[in-house]
């Protein structure tokens, strides 16, 4: 009997593949369909909330979430492991220590830096990308500090922390970064004009997705508070000492160099034989790639296209979720016979903090949000994926109830 | 007339130097004498708790303290600087930023890392030697653990932590580290049996100045928590992979290389021309060299012969503490003209800190603790140097109240 119930695997628990999981639990009994869960960690981690964890401002420990806590074990196998690939002809699904066969498939591998082959990037830059990958950084920059009063020599630009890329992830962190330096030259008994915060873009503005009354916000309120931006300047490589940097080839010295300058879908679709369109793979508006019918991809790993506006939806939290409903639904809508649905996203907004006590953010169609409101906004979005995943059990234990 | 007034200059705010200019307000008014205090920080640090800074257990700052919170700067001209040489003839301190001339001198500069010139040591190891090296090893040790899960072909050795000596330091440092160890594991998703804790020690036993029953509790309780001691055993040398050791040479590996095995007086002395004996300098029982009028050489820096024994007394905060209340009184003897006093060192008993719930001690002649206890009275030693220093108000700003 058991093996009729067909199987649904997803892989990945970021906010796409773990709302997925829950939803299905929610939309399917256990008669409908065997579920399974597969993830590298025993924890989800809110990827949006990295570049704290990567600036030290808040603990990793507060950005994760078991993931036995938001799905139920007894409903949902949980399988702790790396995917190898996926086998999309066989139905199966290769893992480090095991595999596994599929009824239909789930993939929500989300994102991975992707340095657009600039050289030296992946050897001398971190990144963005995970728990692990973040808080070595807040401890690579706290190292440097630790190190500053103990050596004869040391070089005043070890102090330094180069960010390449103004999107979301490089000014949020560097936001963090002109709250957590302070600290740390207080703790470390350094001056603060020992230290420098530059980031680095190629493109003619910071945060692309804002309009510019904000951006200019947004740098007014960086710059105030130290942060260096160095808009239009292209990096041509990176070295063990820094970026170099424009047209003249300036070396930007640093101790510490991030890049979040861009990402792609996880390398396990390209080593799976998935067609990629810049990094990522396109998907219709089922959430299917094109004449797939057992599999849905979806988060970071896709581009679903906003017709409206001509081009993909960019990738964020909020749109991996509202994904993840549509998946749930039409993984119900398949095993139960009935007609897929399509995705439309219903943009809640988008609030980009600076720090813990300013922000600026797009709101309610077009409303517009700066400073402590938009910190404040910050606070809620962030809650509102704790709740959405957990409900406001999750939210009283990893919320954020900041002062501000 | 303010010429006329003798200048009492008292170099170093450790345990010796702070609470003799302490006591020096006491002792003496205004008019009797002008005291200056000069130290290379604004803050005083507790020495004795060095070894929780460089485990990370305790937070830096709450093993320092302002000067200032201890002695009125209107009372004691405070000076924050260097010193580079003390030239006895001419009365004169050089300093890294200015000169300063005394009549009467008390050195207390403490001590320095002494590595017996085992090749590589100064090179390769830490060294527990004051705030910015104590925490430097703890963000060192954190570093590691960081890294540990975002390399490739990390060595499985990195997370090793090797400690050079098994004296005071070296054993209370290794009982922060049985502590610690575990919650960085916790933090960084790593197995608590990938980090071995090993302490290296040429002698036939470890801390010394306790007996076989107190030193059999403390390998016990350390051995019980997974720390290695390898006793009897010598380093020949450190490398940057870690030390070698014992007859048969053995390379023992480590990402983190402590050295803890001795010291010296403060450099400034052997500069500045001081006769050396095993590092330091042998004064009289009033605590001044033989046939110095001028100067008082206390704390770390100086050998204080105990008749009973016939051998010096060992460099504690306790001793340094009693020193300085002699000092203070024989200060004010000279200018007073009356006889000096004698040193008696009064001995209120040693406790040993294994981690903040286990320790060893010997307190009122010969009454042994062991166990919770001893950790226990450990905290009331430490919450004592406190109150020596800052009374009751210090002790509630940074005294030690874990539970335990």
């Given at each position: 009997m058991s093996t009729s119930i067909p199987k649904i695997v997803v892989l990945g628990a970021g906010y796409a593949g773990l709302t997925t999981a829950k939803r299905l639990t929610k939309q399917l009994t256990a008669e409908q369909a065997e579920i399974v869960l597969v993830n590298k960690h025993n924890y989800h981690y809110e990827t949006t909330w990295l570049h704290e964890v990567a600036a030290g401002t808040i603990n990793p420990n507060q950005a994760r979430v078991m993931i036995s806590d938001v799905v139920s074990p007894n409903r949902v196998r949980l399988v702790y492991d790396s995917v190898v690939k996926i086998n999309k002809d066989e139905k199966r699904v290769v893992l480090e220590n095991s595999e596994i066969e599929y009824d239909y498939l789930v993939v929500a591998l989300g994102f991975e830096s992707n340095d657009f082959g600039i050289k030296g990037m992946a050897e001398h830059a971190f990144a963005i990308e995970d728990i692990d990958s973040s808080r070595l950084i807040s401890e690579h920059i706290e190292y440097q500090f630790a190190k500053y009063n103990n050596?004869?020599?040391?070089?005043?630009?070890?102090?330094n922390i180069l960010v390449g890329g103004a999107g979301f992830t490089g000014i949020e962190f560097v936001g963090e970064l002109a709250q957590k330096v302070p600290e740390l030259c207080k703790k470390y008994d350094i001056d603060r004009s020992k230290v420098r915060i530059i980031n680095v873009e190629?493109?003619?503005?910071?945060?692309?997705?804002?309009d510019k009354e904000l951006v200019d916000y947004a740098k007014k309120s960086l710059e105030d508070r130290g942060v260096e931006l160095k808009i239009g300047a292209a990096i041509s490589e990176a070295t063990s000492e820094g970026f170099i940097v424009g047209d003249d080839k300036e070396l930007i010295k640093a101790g510490t160099i991030v890049w979040t300058g861009g990402v792609k879908a996880s390398s396990v679709l390209g080593e799976s034989g998935f067609e990629l369109v810049k990094g990522k793979v396109n998907v219709n508006s089922d959430l299917r790639p094109e004449g797939v019918e057992d599999m849905f991809v979806i988060g970071d790993c896709s581009w679903v296209w906003n017709k409206e506006a001509d081009r993909p939806y960019p990738s964020t939290a909020q749109l991996a979720m509202q994904e993840a409903d549509v998946v749930a639904a039409n993984l119900k809508a398949l095993i139960t016979n009935q007609p897929v649905e399509e995705f439309v996203f219903s943009d809640k907004g988008t609030v980009a903090s600076l720090g813990h006590s300013d922000g600026i953010g797009n709101v309610m169609s077009g409303y517009k949000l700066s400073g402590k409101s938009a910190a404040a906004m910050k606070k809620v979005v962030d809650n509102r994926s704790l709740f959405l995943l957990g409900g406001a059990k999750l939210v009283l234990k990893k919320g954020k109830f900041r002062p501000f």
């Open positions: 050596e004869e020599n040391v070089s005043e630009e070890s102090l190629a493109a003619p503005s910071i945060l692309p997705m804002f």
